[in-house]
């Protein structure tokens, strides 16, 4: 049990970090350093927030396992975990109806006025196959578009179930206890000796 808090805070601030990361580079479109392809929208919005939520469960994870007495870095890391377990089926939902729908491609069928989103003018699911180079400008935005997808989707499902894991065993403690804190048997310093 002892190592279980470690692992599980540090994979939350590490895919916390690569949540942040998918949505500060769906900015930029295929790493493009044209402006009017900066994208603002809920997709791009959904892994940075779930992301920093997730560095800051981490964190509060691996403060509240090194300093085990603070009551109150339990405390913060329960509340959080919650949090983060009602934001990763959000960002993994985003992320399925974004890969079904495609891209947001900026110049499309019809020019510098075309159709713009693509979502209304193919059929459903997208069709990656068939419209290899539906988007003209960026060059390669379909499988941008779809890598990022499903590294949201990946991320955001492991993410959840690291989560529940926390929420498991600390509810369990909760339940056990009465409380989210670690007691110590009398004269033991240490909370992990057996």
Not at 80 to 109: D, K, N, Q
Request: with cysteine; charged share 10%; aromatic share 16%.
């Amino acid at each position: 049990m002892k190592g279980l808090y470690q692992a599980a805070g540090r994979i939350l601030v590490t895919l916390g970090i690569l949540s942040v990361c998918s949505g500060v580079i769906a900015f930029f479109p295929v790493f493009s350093y044209k402006p009017w392809f900066t994208g603002w929208s809920v997709r791009i919005a959904c892994p940075i927030w779930n992301g920093a939520l997730a560095i800051t469960t981490g964190v509060l994870l691996l403060l509240a396992y090194r300093e085990w007495t603070q009551r109150y870095l339990w405390e913060a890391t329960f509340t959080f975990v919650i949090l983060s377990i009602m934001g990763c089926p959000l960002h993994f939902a985003i992320a399925l109806e974004s890969a079904l729908l495609g891209p947001y491609c900026f110049y499309s069928f019809s020019g510098i006025a075309g159709t713009n989103y693509l979502g209304y003018a193919v059929t459903f699911p997208y069709p990656y196959a068939k419209f290899p180079l539906a988007c003209v400008d960026p060059p390669h935005y379909e499988e941008y578009h779809l890598t990022l997808q499903a590294l949201d989707l990946c991320l955001s499902f492991t993410l959840l179930c690291t989560s529940l894991t926390v929420f498991i065993k600390l509810s369990a403690r909760l339940i056990q206890n009465g409380h989210i804190n670690m007691q110590l048997p009398a004269g033991n310093p240490n909370p992990f000796s057996p």
